[in-house]
């Protein structure tokens, strides 16, 4: 089956180039002697500047070996450089980690930005050796339809009129992920069978041929790039480090179908939610990812156990979590439902929370998710809450203060809450109009508003106080030892002994 043997394929590779490397190794070794002499003559070289003992380098070398072998047909050279041995040559081409991966063209240098698996280097290279836009004619129209994972192809009467200036446009922006071409060839578009001008995509996954489907000598540079973009996600592809940007940057939410690779049924599983992918494609994007080794994200999405096939809905920009139950077996009649739910808005998300504690014994209030709403949202009371994490370095300085804080205000706890939530152990609800991003982040929400105001000042304990004064909507009558110079320097002296102890 299809995973087993992509595993031993990439066993065999490495396997292969471990005992072939010295003697057949078709990467260019280079020194301080030869460099120039080779890599300035070159329209277009790659070279890796690596150190013997990189981790990285070990990991890239099988791969790095394979696209030379493959690029050298293609008249496109790899080489590399031992930063050890060299460390002069290295030195000068600016080389800071490892590896580091250079283009050359013509002797003039640009990093690398591409991927490091043997296809992604293969493909982003033949990239650019190519100008953005290749003429297409009848002879090579097969051969280039299939040059890549995906291929852009214009059809038209005449290479200046439009579409053609918006679509090598789009070309230049898009040449280093996508392979474009454009032919008037009469020959060319007859065997395409299309009408030019047309705009049409080619790809080696899903639906292989997709025709732009509006009017496209009206396209524009952002309509063609975001109908390309759209169509370079498959329907249910993997998430992995490589492909993961894709998603990032998509505005769509993202489902996870977490899979056991090993698993016999895990292609079966794939084959079987395939059908919702493609029915609700256009609203969410959907992605199988390797639950062995991306266990820890699937915590992370809430998914309680570690049982798989499992499956997770996750709206990115919000951070909310929809599991589907995972007592349930994973089958695409109820995972339809799910995701049609969830469309709908009719789907809660799972919240993690800490248990509700059993007294509020400490001056500050202990917030957990559960209590949230109750607590947050009640309207007769002033609340102050501290966002943090338990890791979190400024946390921990901020601790004895905040402490302090509720100290100040403890006779006043049924008109002002001072709380604090544990971020890590406890998802904000979707009834929280703001999202977490740094620690400790400090909200106050004023008695009977549903506005959340942002604290920004300085974390001393007067600020605090003084803030809390001018914001709270409730009386305060701070009958608590209201602070003096010299008391207020007295809890800057202890809250500095507090935070040496930490
Ligand atoms: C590359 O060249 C250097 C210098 O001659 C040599 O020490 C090294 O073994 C060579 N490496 C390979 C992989 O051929
Ligand atoms: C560059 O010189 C080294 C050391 O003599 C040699 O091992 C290597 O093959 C040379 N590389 C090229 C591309 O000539
Ligand atoms: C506060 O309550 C917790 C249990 O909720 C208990 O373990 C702790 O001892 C209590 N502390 C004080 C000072 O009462």
Known sequence: MRFSSFLSAIALASLASADDAPESSDVLNLTKDNFSSTV???????????????????????HYEEAATTLKDKDIKLAKVDCVDQADLCQTHGVQGYPALKIFRDGESTDYSGPRKADGIISYMLKQSLPAVSDVTASNLAEFQKADKLVVLAYVSSTTKAPAPEFSATADK????????ITSDAAAIAAAGVTPPAIVVYRSFDEHVTEYPYPSSAATVPELEAWIQQLAIPILGEVNGETYALYATSPKPLAYLFLDPTDEKSEETIAVLKPVAAKYRSEINFVWIDATKFGEH???????????PSFVIQKLEDQLKYPYDQNKPV??????????????????????????????NESVFTLVSEQFDEVVYDDSKD????????????CKRLKPIWDSLGDHFAEVK??????????TENDLPASAPFRISGFPTL??????????????????????????EEHAKNSLKPSVKTPEDDSQGTF??????????L
Not at 492 to 501: L, T
């Open 298 to 308: 699937a915590k992370a999405l809430n998914l309680a156990e570690p049982k798989w």
């Open 174 to 181: 898009l040449r280093d992920e996508f392979l474009f071409g």
């Open 383 to 394: 609340v102050f809450v501290e966002f943090y994490a338990t890791w979190c370095g400024h």
């Open 492 to 501: 800057v002296v202890a809250s500095r002994e507090d935070h040496d102890e």
């Open 40 to 62: 300035n003559p070159e329209p277009l070289i790659l070279v890796e500047f690596f150190a013997p003992w990189c981790g990285h380098c070990k990991a890239l070398a099988p």
């Open 414 to 423: 049924d008109k002002l809450v001072i709380a604090k939530m544990e971020s």
């Open 443 to 468: 909200k106050f929400k004023p008695a009977g508003s549903r506005e959340f105001l942002e604290y920004n000042g300085d974390r001393e304990l007067e600020s605090l106080v003084a803030y809390v």
């Open 331 to 360: 089958e695409a009649e109820a995972i339809s439902a799910m995701v049609g739910d969830y469309l709908a808005g009719k789907l809660l998300p799972k919240l993690k929370s800490q248990p509700i504690p059993e007294s509020q």
